[in-house]
């Protein structure tokens, strides 16, 4: 049975409005609450963690008390900033976050509020988002100076009207850019960012590995449709080189309509990436599969090598080694 579509063929035009009303958690994190998190009794630190963003839900719920006599509370940061390796739960934690907080609130990953300013202007995006109570930023990450300026400024607007911030990244604030751009000329700016964070380091092993060995699986370029077929549901077939050209056409903030009602994928001939922009946008893309979980099927070169070993010693090799993670469950996954 042959796949019934094809990602380069599709041309997703998403509104402003779509973008603002998708600032949601993906749905595989629906069930994720503070009493479904499971820490690992062997690194305490991620019981500390969700013992701190529970207490956020009552500290940044609490009435103001005035009076004159009244005791000075001690300071609370606006936002609580969650570093930590791949798979170690703290996007389950930000969900949980989200879910015990009242509104209005809203959750996006850090590309998805750039390609929000980018899409509405600076201006427009800020009135979007203010009024808000919260917003969570997932995998938070400073790739380019533009990045820098823009969420320096945006954040500190959305904390001057009262929004609180919670954060989740690979990298601690003050690590922010490194190895990307000359990050020591926006100190100032990085710094004022992390000004803004009580920042908690979440220890753990990827969650995603622990039942995965070895690489990713390969099929034959003529089993691949039969293989989609026996997953069952939507399945779209596309030559990797085709895909990855139709992804410098696509605006990554349009990529969730690429995989929108796709629940597997089948990618012809994969190869290991060489260029750099290639490669970040074909992360862009992982991401947005994820988080829908389709189900990946794929010939050639495994998943697990699709990124080069000169990239994965440069500065974007904690963004290549989560979509790795990410590669390695949905093609095992189905």
């Known amino acids: 049975m042959?796949?019934?579509?094809?990602?380069?063929?599709?041309?997703?035009?998403?509104?402003?409005?779509?973008?603002?009303?998708?600032?949601?958690?993906?749905?595989?994190?629906?069930?994720?609450?503070?009493?479904?998190?499971?820490?690992?009794?062997?690194?305490?630190?991620?019981?500390?963690?969700?013992?701190?963003?529970?207490?956020?839900?009552?500290?940044?719920?609490?009435?103001?008390?005035?009076?004159?006599?009244?005791?000075?509370?001690?300071?609370?940061?606006?936002?609580?900033?969650?570093?930590?390796?791949?798979?170690?739960?703290?996007?389950h934690l930000l969900a949980a976050l989200w879910k015990a907080m009242p509104g209005p609130k809203r959750f996006g990953t850090f590309i998805e509020y750039t390609a929000l300013?980018?899409?509405?202007?600076?201006?427009?995006?800020v009135r979007q988002l203010q009024g808000s109570r919260l917003i969570c930023i997932d995998e938070f990450e400073l790739d380019d100076p533009g990045d820098t300026m823009v969420m320096t400024r945006l954040l500190g607007e959305l904390v001057a009207s009262g929004t609180k911030l919670a954060a989740t990244s690979n990298t601690p604030p003050n690590a922010l850019g490194?190895?990307?751009?000359?990050?020591?000329?926006?100190?100032?700016?990085?710094?004022?960012?992390?000004?803004?964070?009580?920042?908690?380091?979440?220890?753990?092993?990827?969650?995603?590995?622990?039942?995965?060995?070895?690489?990713?699986?390969?099929?034959?370029?003529?089993?691949?449709?039969?293989?989609?077929?026996?997953?069952?549901?939507?399945?779209?077939?596309?030559?990797?080189?085709?895909?990855?050209?139709?992804?410098?056409?696509v605006h990554p903030s349009r990529y969730v309509g690429l995989v929108d009602g796709v629940d597997a994928l089948g990618l012809r001939?994969?190869?290991t990436l060489t260029d750099q922009n290639d490669a970040l946008r074909f992360v862009a893309l992982v991401d947005r599969l994820y988080d829908a979980q389709v189900v990946i099927r794929a010939s050639g070169t495994t998943l697990s090598e699709v990124f080069s070993e000169e990239m994965l010693g440069g500065g974007y090799r904690k963004k290549y080694l989560r979509a790795i993670s990410r590669l390695l469950s949905l093609a095992h996954a189905g």
């Open 269 to 271: 001939e994969v190869r």
């Open 117 to 125: 300013v980018g899409a509405l202007g600076y201006a427009e995006a």
């Open 2 to 91: 042959p796949a019934s579509i094809s990602l380069v063929e599709r041309s997703p035009q998403v509104s402003a409005e779509q973008i603002v009303g998708s600032l949601v958690p993906p749905p595989q994190f629906d069930a994720a609450t503070f009493e479904s998190y499971r820490p690992d009794a062997a690194h305490p630190s991620q019981a500390e963690a969700l013992e701190r963003m529970q207490q956020l839900v009552t500290e940044w719920t609490a009435p103001k008390r005035g009076g004159l006599f009244r005791k000075k509370a001690p300071e609370v940061k606006p936002g609580i900033y969650l570093d930590g390796g791949f798979g170690v739960g703290k996007t």
């Open 178 to 249: 490194e190895g990307r751009f000359a990050a020591a000329d926006f100190l100032r700016e990085i710094q004022a960012i992390a000004d803004r964070f009580q920042i908690m380091r979440i220890d753990g092993d990827d969650y995603r590995q622990r039942d995965i060995t070895g690489s990713a699986p390969t099929v034959d370029a003529a089993e691949l449709e039969p293989a989609l077929a026996a997953i069952g549901g939507t399945a779209a077939l596309d030559d990797f080189d085709a895909l990855v050209a139709h992804l410098a056409r």
